[in-house]
């Protein structure tokens, strides 16, 4: 189980997500199946991808600006079929 973010989709700064306990064998948790979100990205995942900004943009307040950066780098992630970051089987 590892602390996984959940996203309503379109994925944008303003969609409703959560972080929920996941299963690395897939699967949606029941709380993020109910609200009919998909995965996102592993917290741990997440923390990768914005590291070098995220001081940054959240001292100024950014959140938004940190949001696009997260879902573009699942985006980019995605596409290059990485798995760690991104796992579409899951809904």
Do not use: H
Not at 69 to 81: D, K, N, P, W
């Amino acid at each position: 189980m590892v602390p996984t973010i959940y996203a309503e989709e379109p994925w944008s700064p303003s969609s409703e997500a959560i972080v929920a306990w996941g299963s690395l064998k897939g699967g949606l948790p029941s709380v993020a199946a109910e609200r009919r979100l998909v995965r996102l990205v592993e917290v741990e995942g997440a923390l990768t991808l914005l590291k070098d900004r995220y001081f940054e943009l959240s001292s100024a307040g950014q959140y938004d600006a940190l949001c696009n950066l997260l879902i573009e780098g699942v985006s980019e992630r995605s596409q290059a079929r990485d798995p760690y970051v991104y796992r579409r089987n899951d809904v």
